[in-house]
C-alpha cells in the first residue's frame, strides 16, 4: 500500500476554519484518497473521499493537488465536536484479497480549543 | 437507520475462556470485518468477508475465527482468551469492496482478558 504522511498534531480555535495535510509522494494512479476520523471512545467515522478532482460534502471539504501526491482536508468552521484523530488513508484497486483493507497510520490528532 | 452495531460495548475475560463479539450491519453490505486498535496503535485487520459463506484472513487473525452465515451478521470468536487479545475491537462494513466505497464502523467493544 502507498504511505501517507501526517503531521502528528494541530491545533485549532473554535469556528476557524482548519486545514488537515497529507502527503502521499507514491499514490498510483487508480488509488482514491479516503480521510476518517476517530472521536474519543468511538469508531472511525468516514469523512469523505475523492481520486483527483476536489470534493466537497456536509462534513468537509478534500483538495487535492494537481499531480496527486499531496491533499488537504479542510473544516470550513471547526467545532469542539471536531477534535478527533484524523487519518488520511490511500485505497486502491489492487485486487487479490487487500482491496478491503483501510490501513490506518497514526493521524493527526485535532484539538480544538473554545 | 442502526447502521453497524457491536455487541456487548465492554467485557472482561478471563484468560482461557471463550467469547463471541456480535456484530450486524442493515445495509444489506456485502463487505464485513474486524479490526483491533490496541493503544498508540492505528487498526489491524483481524478478518474480513465479502459476502455470506465467504471469509479469508486479515493481517492478525492468530486466536480468533469468524462466520459469515449470513449478509446481516459477523461473529467474531475468540477459542481461548489470552492476555494478549486485549483490545477494542471495531467491526466495519461497506457496500462493495471497491477502493471507492467508504467503510462504516461499529461504536466498538472493550475487551480486557484477565
Known amino acids: 500500500d502507498a504511505k501517507t504522511t501526517q503531521p502528528n498534531s494541530m491545533e485549532s480555535n473554535e469556528e476557524e476554519p482548519v486545514h488537515l495535510p497529507c502527503n502521499h509522494s507514491t499514490i498510483s494512479g487508480t488509488d482514491y484518497i479516503h480521510w476518517y476520523r476517530q472521536l474519543p471512545s468511538q469508531g472511525p467515522e468516514y469523512v469523505i473521499h475523492g481520486l483527483t478532482s476536489n470534493v466537497n460534502n456536509r462534513m468537509a471539504s478534500l483538495a487535492i493537488a494537481e499531480d496527486r501526491k499531496s491533499s488537504t482536508l479542510i473544516l470550513h468552521r471547526a467545532t469542539l465536536r471536531d477534535a478527533a484523530v484524523y487519518y488520511c488513508?490511500?485505497?486502491?484497486?489492487?485486487?487479490?484479497?487487500?482491496?478491503?483493507?483501510?490501513?490506518f497510520g497514526q493521524g493527526t490528532i485535532l484539538t480544538v480549543h473554545p | 437507520n442502526a447502521g453497524v452495531t457491536q455487541t456487548p460495548k465492554f467485557q472482561v475475560l478471563k484468560t482461557g475462556q471463550s467469547m463471541t463479539l456480535q456484530c450486524a450491519q442493515d445495509m444489506n453490505h456485502e463487505y464485513m470485518s474486524w479490526y483491533r486498535q490496541d493503544p498508540g496503535m492505528g487498526l489491524r485487520l483481524i478478518h474480513y468477508s465479502v459476502g455470506a459463506g465467504i471469509t479469508d484472513q486479515g493481517e492478525v487473525p492468530n486466536g480468533y475465527n469468524v462466520s459469515r452465515s449470513t449478509t446481516e451478521d459477523f461473529p467474531l470468536r475468540l477459542l481461548s482468551a489470552a492476555p494478549s487479545q486485549t483490545s477494542v475491537y471495531f467491526c466495519a462494513s461497506m457496500l462493495q469492496p471497491t477502493s471507492n466505497q467508504p467503510q462504516h464502523f461499529g461504536d466498538g467493544t472493550r475487551l480486557s482478558i484477565l
Open positions: 488513508i490511500l485505497r486502491g484497486d489492487a485486487g487479490g484479497t487487500s482491496y478491503g483493507k483501510l490501513t
